[in-house]
Every structure is written in C-alpha cells, then in structure tokens.
C-alpha cells in the first residue's frame, strides 16, 4: 500500500522551529517530487513548499520564505519541512503529496496525499 505519514506536528510557541517529517512507505520517494501544503481554518489549501525528486530544486510560498526549509532524505525516503520563526498565522493541517517526476508542484497534480499534521502556533 503506497502510504505518506507527516509527523511532527503539535503545540508550537510563536517563534518555534518544529520540524515536519513525510515519510513514504510502499514506494521510494526518489522519483517523486514532493510538496508540503497546508490548509488553515477556514480557508482553502495552499502550497507551502516543493523539492524536485533529486533535491537541487526548491521553491516556497513568499509568507514562508526565509523561515522555511523543505530538504529531503532518500535513503530514509523522508522529505522534510523545517519551520522557524513560526507566526501564529502558520497554524493550518499540514500535508505532504507526491507527485513522480519533476512536474509542475500544483495540488491538483499530486498523486498521493498524506493525511496531515496539525501545527497550532499559540502561546
């Protein structure tokens, strides 16, 4: 069963680094582009961050921009989103998808979805 897990999710400060984990099982993530998005209370899914199936490309949503890292691990198949300086407008599920080859990183071009990880950014 081609599964994607996040983990890493939970309770944050204002001015948190958390770190998101999606880890793949069933299938082996170097072929696939991966992307984070998340989708806040009431408001529609947005993309977060992508990282092309070898690494060397990444891109970020300006309100993320220079706090977030997206990096990846293929022997551990684990793509990873490193989150600082968080901002309580950065509460939202978070999801990982896969999509294989490096194609457009839209949503709707995902092949696999994870369920999600809930960041709450509060004091």
């Known amino acids: 069963q081609l599964q994607l897990v996040e983990s890493g999710g939970g309770l944050v400060q204002p001015g948190g680094s958390p770190r998101l984990s999606c880890a793949a099982s069933?299938?082996?993530?170097?072929?696939?582009?991966v992307g984070w998005f998340r989708q806040a209370p009431g408001k529609e899914r947005e993309g977060v961050s992508c990282?092309?199936?070898?690494?060397?490309?990444?891109n970020y949503a300006d309100s993320v921009k220079g706090r977030f890292t997206i990096s990846r691990d293929n022997a551990k198949n684990t793509v990873y989103l490193q989150m600082n300086s968080l901002k309580p407008e950065d509460t939202a599920v978070y999801y990982c998808?896969?999509?294989?080859?490096?194609?457009?990183?839209?949503?709707?071009?995902?092949?696999?979805w994870g369920t999600g990880t809930l960041v709450t950014v509060s004091s």
């Open positions: 990282i092309s199936t070898r690494g060397g490309i990444t």
């Open positions: 998808a896969a999509v294989r080859g490096d194609s457009a990183c839209y949503s709707h071009l995902m092949s696999y």
């Open positions: 069933g299938f082996t993530l170097d072929y696939y582009l």
